[in-house]
Structure formats: structure tokens, C-alpha cells
């Protein structure tokens, strides 16, 4: 398994502004993904994020506006950029080891 | 495209009540996942099925993966209300380690 942590817990933003999200795994490990889950719904992928090379994006996200960051295999961050009162969900962010995942406790954004 | 149909997305019982949970697709899968999730807390896995005609069990849950490995499903006995959460199947996709989640199914069991 794998314990990861995430900051913030939950935050409150103003609409146009930015939110940067931290996700640290207590091991080295090669994948990371993020993604965006609406309360009581399924989990939607944002992107792979693979140390040593650029996130891989899924249809429908686009680096301008969830820019990525592994600067090393136990960090990550996603940025939310300009932010909209639709951005508001839960972000999460997992790690793979083999074919299982494991997830991050999450960061609630609501965007006002 | 790799789908995942799960059913029912919503199930509202009493407790000591059996429930099963449906998880299916006309894709193979080379292993499939269940995870459960509490409101402020992320997914945590429950179990993974790798090897087609898979039954495991933990405690009250009994997970079982389909001969073919298209389907699986996740059957509680004696529900408590302790089992109340937001259930999650996935199966690894054949796209480098990506999983494809089922739409969960949200169980709310009342004493």
C-alpha cells in the first residue's frame, strides 16, 4: 500500500484566482494521477503524472488551466487555474502500484 | 473504448438486509478493484480480483470476478450502518496503469 497525504484539507476561493495542490506519498513510486470527483459521484481522471516527463492529459483538461507539477517520485502538485464557481469539486490525487491504486484523503475546493 | 456500467447507483435498505452491487462491461479486464469511500475521505481499496471465476471474502463483503473477466460483483450480508458509503469498482484499463471507474453506487443503510 501507500500512505499519501494532500494539503489543503478543503479550501474557499474567489472566482479568477489560482489554488495549488499538494499530494506526498510516503514512497518512491513511478505514476501519479489526479482526479476530480463531484460529492457522491464517481471519480473523473485529469491526468498521468509521470516523474521526468510532462502530465498526459485526459479529453477535456488542458494544461493552461491544471498545470502539473512531479518534481520528484514521492510530489505532486495541480494547480487550478482562473477558477469558476464549476471548478468547485473534490480533487485527488493516487498513486499506482501495479494495478491497484491508492488514493489521498482529497482537497474540497469550492469556488465562490 | 474500455466501460464500466455499475448498478444500482443508489440503494437505500435497513439494516441486517443483504444487498448486491453489479459491476459490468463488455471489455476484459485484467484485474478489477472495489473501493469504498466516506464522505471527506478518499477511496480506500477493499479488495483487488485478478483471476477469472475469483471469489474473495472480507468479513461480511463477498467480491467475485466473472469467468470471462468482464464483470464482478460485490455482495454484503447483514448490512450494518457502518457500511454506509460510496462504493467504487475500477478495472485496469489497457492504457499504462489507468483505471476505468463505475459510476459507484451510494448505499445508505438505516438502523
Known amino acids: 500500500s501507500a500512505v499519501i497525504s494532500q494539503k489543503p484539507s478543503r479550501d474557499i476561493c474567489q472566482r479568477g484566482t489560482s489554488l495549488t495542490i499538494q499530494c506526498q506519498v510516503d514512497?518512491?513510486?513511478?505514476?501519479m494521477f489526479w482526479y476530480r470527483q463531484q460529492p457522491g459521484q464517481s471519480l473523473t481522471l485529469i491526468a498521468t503524472a509521470n516523474q521526468g516527463s510532462e502530465a498526459t492529459y485526459e479529453s477535456g483538461f488542458v494544461i493552461d488551466k491544471f498545470p502539473i507539477s512531479r518534481p520528484n517520485l514521492t510530489f505532486s502538485t495541480l494547480t487550478v487555474s482562473n477558477m469558476s464557481p464549476e471548478d468547485s469539486s473534490i480533487y485527488l490525487c493516487s498513486v499506482a502500484r501495479g494495478d491497484t491504486q491508492y488514493f489521498g484523503p482529497g482537497t474540497r475546493l469550492t469556488v465562490l | 473504448t474500455q466501460l464500466l456500467e455499475q448498478s444500482p447507483q443508489f440503494l437505500s435498505i435497513q439494516e441486517g438486509e443483504n444487498l448486491t452491487v453489479y459491476c459490468n462491461s463488455s471489455?476484459?479486464?485484467?484485474?478489477l478493484q472495489w473501493y469504498r469511500q466516506e464522505p471527506g475521505e478518499g477511496p480506500v481499496l477493499l479488495v483487488t480480483v485478478v483471476t477469472g471465476g475469483e471469489v474473495k471474502k472480507l468479513k461480511r463483503l463477498t467480491f467475485q470476478f466473472g469467468d470471462a473477466r468482464k464483470d464482478s460483483s460485490l455482495h454484503i450480508t447483514a448490512a450494518q450502518p457502518g457500511d454506509t458509503g460510496l462504493y467504487l469498482c475500477?478495472?485496469?484499463?489497457?492504457?499504462?496503469?489507468?483505471?476505468?471507474f463505475g459510476q459507484g453506487t451510494e448505499l445508505s443503510v438505516k438502523p
Open positions: 475500477a478495472g485496469a484499463s489497457n492504457q499504462g496503469g489507468k483505471l476505468i
Open positions: 514512497s518512491q513510486v513511478t505514476m
Open positions: 471489455s476484459v479486464f485484467s484485474s
